[in-house]
């Protein structure tokens, strides 16, 4: 490291490179610097020589000291006193960085008027640089006056304005570069001019508020720690206490929220240290801050329900006590409101039993009345109206039949002779009858025609038939006829 690589061999890097052991040097960047044979680069620092002349035409007898403070370090010299008229160069300051504070100690009444000169590294050539317009001067050992050149107060001191005063109660300051007092938190305290803050100790009872100690509140407890601890809900305290004890209620109270709350309608406590008011169950009943319940029984036709009796509906019944029901009334029973029992319900003939009531028969069927539940069917060759308790004959007139409790007229060549008839008859194919007819009538046809189907029809040829011939015959094979024949005749000649 620090050479490289020149003529089969090593030399060392020049001033301002460095090298870490490769074949060639590297060059420092421009604001930093190195002497030969480096292995890194430097920060370039500054050298300062201090000036010394009089200020105010004044004369300053004696010693003072000198402290000058950059960004990279600080030096303090001591400087002889000066006569009027006379200027002199002190001592060099090295080192330091950009120069941003000087102090001057016991510097007498007047002071001395300083500048610095910036001397670069290797050529030393002098640039003249004036101090500011204020610097720190601390004569007597008093609070040190904050001036531009430096914005950061030693330890103890905080700024304000141009001067450095003592960090006040309960903050601090440790460090002696702080442009303020750092305040301590609400926990500690410090007295006025303090490097640091203490915790506070609190004793049982109290717990740490603004930088003291203050008593916890009600319902709280500390043994002395920085915080009170709430008391369980159960629990009670006064202020400033160190410990929580337990909450007693009178019977028919609940201990709620470090308190004694009373029982509502229907819920007793023992007391004590209960927490919960229990719910009397259906059949019981309590006053409001009740420490016990009562258990209460209902009359006949009514039930328990929320801790008092109510009234059971229409056809239903309970037997009172302890009962929480009212029972339903079988469908052919009924009650009425408030009632310990049912009755069975007896209806009159035409009418059935149903929903605890009495309803009439519908239209062809019947009933006997009394406790039945359903009403019968009429067959289909009888009728009944509605609400009837018996069912009669259907009667049909000539050319009708009887069909679902009533009558019906048939269609042409059938006939019926009514009364109970439930069918009517079809005509022989050699008869016809009209809608409605009590009987079939002959057909008369003429020679040639058939009777068929209830109609005279036409014969075709080689057939023959006389009036009153349900059929056609057909002509021998040796003879003819020709359509709506009554005879053949002829002979076939081969």
Same mark, same amino acid.
């Given at each position: ?12 890097c020049p001033q301002n490179t460095y090298s870490t052991g490769v074949t060639s040097c590297t060059?420092?960047? &421009? ?76 510097? !007498? ?11 670069? @590294? ?27 050149? %430096?914005?950061?107060?030693?330890? %103890?001191? !905080? ?17 002696? =570069? ?14 006025e001019g303090s490097t640091s803050c203490k915790n506070v100790i609190c004793t049982g009872g ?51 929220? @470090? ?32 420490? &016990? %319940? ?5 009359? &006949? ?103 679902? @409790?009533?009558?019906?007229? %048939? ?30 009538? =002959? ?19 080689? =057939? ?31």
């Amino acid at each position: 490291g620090g050479q490289y690589v020149k003529n089969h061999g090593c030399d060392e890097c020049p001033q301002n490179t460095y090298s870490t052991g490769v074949t060639s040097c590297t060059d420092c960047p &421009s604001t930093q610097t190195s002497p030969e044979g480096s292995t890194k680069c430097y920060e370039k620092l500054y050298d300062v020589i201090i000036k010394t002349a009089e200020k105010n035409n004044a004369r300053t007898g004696g010693t003072f000291t000198v402290k000058i403070t950059g960004d990279k370090g600080s030096d303090t010299v001591s400087v002889a006193g000066i006569e009027r008229d006379e200027e002199k160069t002190l001592y060099l300051i090295k080192d330091i960085g950009l120069p941003s504070c000087v102090t001057v100690y016991n510097g !007498g009444e007047n002071g001395v008027q300083l500048s610095w000169v910036k001397v670069s @590294h290797g050529s030393y050539t002098t640039t003249t640089f004036p101090f500011p317009d204020y610097w720190i001067e601390d004569h007597d050992g008093d609070s040190p006056e904050l001036g531009n050149c %430096r914005a950061k107060c030693p330890p %103890r001191y !905080g700024k304000d304005g141009k001067l450095c005063k003592p960090c006040g109660v309960n903050t601090y300051n440790s460090q002696d =570069t702080a442009s303020a007092c750092t305040d301590c938190l609400s926990t500690q305290i410090s007295p006025e001019g303090s490097t640091s803050c203490k915790n506070v100790i609190c004793t049982g009872g109290q717990y740490v508020k603004n930088h003291g100690c203050d008593e916890c509140p009600q319902n709280t407890y500390s043994t002395g720690v920085t915080s009170c601890t709430d008391c369980p809900s159960t629990q009670i305290s006064l202020e400033g206490s160190t410990s929580c004890s337990n909450v007693t209620c009178e019977s028919g109270k609940k201990v709620e929220n @470090h308190d004694c709350t009373t029982c509502l309608t229907n819920t007793i406590s023992p007391g004590g240290d209960s927490r919960k008011c229990e719910r009397c169950k259906g059949n019981e009943k309590s006053d409001e801050g009740a420490g &016990s %319940r009562i258990t209460f029984t209902c009359e &006949s036709g009514k039930k328990v329900k929320n801790h008092g009796c109510i009234t059971c509906p229409k056809n239903t019944f309970s037997l009172g006590g302890d009962s929480i029901k009212c029972e339903r009334c079988q469908d052919n029973e009924k009650s009425d409101e408030e009632a310990g029992s049912c009755v069975t319900v007896t209806c009159s003939a035409g009418k059935f039993v149903r929903n605890h009531d009495c309803e009439e028969c519908p239209r062809n069927t019947y009933s006997r009345g009394c406790t039945a539940i359903n009403c019968t069917a009429c067959s289909s060759t009888h009728f009944s109206d509605r609400g009837s308790g018996s069912c009669s004959p259907v009667i049909c007139e000539s050319g009708k039949k009887i069909e679902n @409790h009533s009558f019906a007229t %048939r269609m042409n060549d059938t006939f019926s002779l009514g009364g109970n008839s439930t069918k009517c008859e079809r005509c022989q194919g050699n008869e016809k009858s009209h809608e409605g007819a009590g009987f079939c009538a =002959t057909l008369n046809c003429t020679d040639g025609e058939a009777a068929y189907n209830h109609t005279c029809n036409v014969r075709p040829y080689n =057939t023959f038939a006389k009036s009153g011939d349900t059929n056609c015959t057909k002509c021998p094979s040796t003879k003819v006829s020709n359509l709506k024949a009554s005879k053949c005749e002829g002979s076939v000649t081969l």
